[in-house]
């Protein structure tokens, strides 16, 4: 076990999922102690960690200074929030409760006024990275919240992350995490379009891909997503059910505000196609199956 550094802090982490179990084993590794809810299947570094495992959100709560949550939807949120023996019933005037889950940000201004009330600070953290940034605590983390609770945050978010950008008040890390999510998706499926496109003219997309790579249209997307559709590794970093869910938060949020996407709204029902299939647990970029199915030809052999 680690000695307690001077300037660590009482943690508590709920969602300890593909992302949120790296992330929350920097914060260990980084001296602070650290409070999960114990499940049956728990993360095996967690485990092994001086990190405590204990049986409800409530008790988190109480044991943490800052509560953090990385859970996949708006209802979790609210669940373990406010639910019975949710960590609202914890909490004591003073603390921090930051949710770096993706999820409605109407609905987050309205968990942010409830955890006010109790006396306590709320952000919205929401971060973008997968797998790959979580495990590397490379996440560009986009946050909203009042200044004060930022900078006693930020050094929590310094172990998580590296592009971070305090965007303004609660709810803008959540739209800021939206944009994020329409801007992913389109150069997904660009990218899709691009390389089936020359899949089926005759060309290599693997040669395609890496003279692209050279030009105006290279792009992360081209780099990461491009190579999973040739080399068919679609295990999923970031799922297409959850990127789902972040399109129809989108494309609900756009209505409300008599706002057009029409690429986002084409992108989301690729993306239907895909979870029609049941592939809807498979990365992101497996996108591309949806517009192999149309053209009745794949990128790369399976």
């Given at each position: 076990?680690?000695?307690?550094?001077?300037?660590?802090?009482?943690?508590?982490?709920?969602?300890?999922?593909?992302?949120?179990?790296?992330?929350?084993?920097?914060?260990?590794?980084?001296?602070?102690?650290?409070?999960?809810v114990?499940?049956?299947?728990?993360?095996?570094?967690?485990?092994?960690?001086?990190?405590?495992?204990?049986?409800?959100?409530?008790?988190?709560?109480?044991?943490?200074?800052?509560?953090?949550l990385?859970?996949?939807?708006?209802?979790?949120v609210?669940?373990?929030?406010?639910?019975?023996?949710?960590?609202?019933?914890?909490?004591?005037?003073?603390?921090?409760?930051?949710?770096?889950?993706?999820?409605?940000?109407?609905?987050?201004?309205?968990?942010?006024?409830?955890?006010?009330a109790?006396g306590?600070?709320?952000?919205?953290?929401?971060v973008?990275?997968?797998?790959?940034?979580?495990?590397?605590?490379?996440l560009?983390?986009?946050?909203?919240?009042?200044?004060?609770?930022?900078?006693k945050?930020?050094?929590?978010?310094?172990?998580?992350?590296?592009?971070?950008?305090?965007?303004?008040?609660?709810?803008d890390?959540?739209?800021?995490?939206?944009?994020?999510?329409?801007?992913?998706?389109?150069?997904?499926?660009?990218?899709?379009?691009?390389?089936l496109?020359?899949s089926?003219?005759?060309?290599?997309?693997a040669?395609?891909?890496?003279?692209?790579?050279?030009?105006?249209?290279?792009?992360?997307?081209?780099?990461?997503?491009?190579?999973?559709?040739?080399?068919?590794?679609?295990?999923?970093?970031?799922r297409?059910?959850l990127?789902?869910?972040?399109?129809?938060l989108?494309?609900?949020?756009?209505?409300?505000?008599?706002?057009?996407?029409?690429?986002?709204?084409?992108?989301?029902?690729?993306?239907?196609?895909?979870?029609?299939?049941?592939?809807?647990?498979?990365?992101?970029?497996?996108?591309?199956?949806?517009?192999?199915?149309?053209?009745?030809?794949?990128?790369?052999?399976?």
């Open positions: 076990m680690k000695p307690q550094r001077r300037d660590s802090m009482k943690i508590g982490f709920i969602g300890l999922g593909i992302m949120g179990a790296p992330m929350a084993l920097h914060l260990v590794n980084a001296g602070h102690e650290l409070t999960y114990k499940r049956s299947k728990v993360n095996a570094e967690i485990a092994a960690s001086s990190a405590k495992g204990v049986a409800t959100a409530k008790e988190v709560a109480q044991a943490a200074d800052v509560v953090i990385m859970l996949p939807d708006t209802p979790d609210q669940a373990v929030l406010f639910g019975e023996n949710g960590v609202a019933e914890g909490l004591t005037q003073g603390k921090t409760v930051i949710d770096m889950s993706s999820i409605s940000p109407i609905e987050t201004k309205a968990f942010a006024e409830k955890i006010a109790l306590c600070d709320y952000l919205d953290a929401p973008s990275g997968g797998e790959v940034g979580a495990k590397a605590a490379s560009t983390i986009m946050v909203g919240g009042s200044d004060e609770a930022f900078a945050a930020k050094p929590l978010f310094e172990k998580m992350g590296k592009n971070i950008t305090h965007v303004g008040g609660v709810g890390g959540q739209t800021t995490k939206v944009a994020n999510q329409i801007i992913v998706a389109l150069n997904i499926a660009a990218v899709g379009e691009a390389l496109f020359a089926k003219a005759g060309a290599d997309p040669k395609v891909r890496q003279a692209l790579m050279g030009g105006f249209a290279a792009s992360r997307i081209l780099e990461v997503h491009g190579e999973r559709m040739i080399k068919r590794t679609f295990n999923p970093g970031f297409i059910g990127h789902q869910k972040d399109l129809g989108a494309l609900a949020g756009a209505k409300s505000m008599g706002v057009a996407l029409p690429q986002t709204a084409g992108a989301a029902q690729l993306m239907q196609t895909c979870a029609a299939q049941g592939w809807d647990q498979l990365d992101h970029s497996a996108l591309v199956k949806s517009l192999e199915l149309m053209a009745k030809h794949t990128v790369a052999p399976d």
